[in-house]
């Protein structure tokens, strides 16, 4: 027996004017992209960024269902159309604005398991990795170097067809 461990690292910044404007303007657009959530049921809103190599940008925003489980997180909205849209287009990184009007939060929330399962879906058909950039109503931004640390162990490709 032996025993493994993962570690993840990732860096915290507490004044946002000290991540790289082409980060800060993406986030700016995840905050934004807030103002298109659909989220009567939970209140939560969610904004998501996409940034693609080609220099295009993505939103997306979280799309409530009075069947709640046939709504759609703000991420898989933007990951999704940006695959749709700009198909075979690489990701470079993804921002992501969430947080409660009626409760702010002080910190960022990361994504859902379902998003993780999906984003990584194109990390790892793209080789290369998926920047996260994460903020809460206030407080601290998250940058994560890759989805897939969000996933370790993460399921792909390579199980189905033993690459
Ligand atoms: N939500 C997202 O948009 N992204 C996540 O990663 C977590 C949750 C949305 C789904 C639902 O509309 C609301 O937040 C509350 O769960």
């Known amino acids: 027996m032996e025993e493994q461990h993962i570690n993840i690292s990732f860096k915290v910044f507490t004044d946002q004017e000290e991540l790289v404007k082409e980060d800060l303007d993406l986030l700016e657009k995840a905050i934004m992209a807030r103002n298109g959530a659909y989220a009567p049921y939970s209140n939560f809103k969610v904004g998501a960024a996409v940034l693609l190599e080609n220099g295009e940008i993505v939103l997306g925003s979280n799309q409530e269902n009075a069947s709640?489980?046939?709504?759609?997180?703000?991420?898989?909205v933007a990951v999704f159309q940006a695959g749709a849209r700009f198909p075979g287009v690489q990701i470079l990184s993804l921002a992501i604005s969430a947080g409660s009007d009626?409760?702010?939060?002080?910190?960022?929330?990361?994504?859902?398991?379902?998003?993780?399962?999906?984003?990584?879906?194109?990390?790892?058909?793209?080789?290369?990795?998926i920047r996260v950039l994460l903020k809460g109503n206030h407080g601290p931004v998250y940058l994560i170097n890759a989805i897939s640390d969000l996933l370790p162990l993460g399921f792909?490709?390579?199980?189905?067809?033993?690459e």
Do not use: D, T
């Open 68 to 76: 709640f489980p046939s709504g759609l997180c703000a991420e898989r």
């Open 102 to 129: 009626k409760e702010p939060s002080h910190k960022p929330a990361a994504p859902c398991g379902n998003c993780r399962q999906s984003i990584y879906e194109y990390e790892h058909k793209q080789r290369k990795p």
């Open 156 to 162: 792909n490709s390579s199980q189905l067809n033993s």
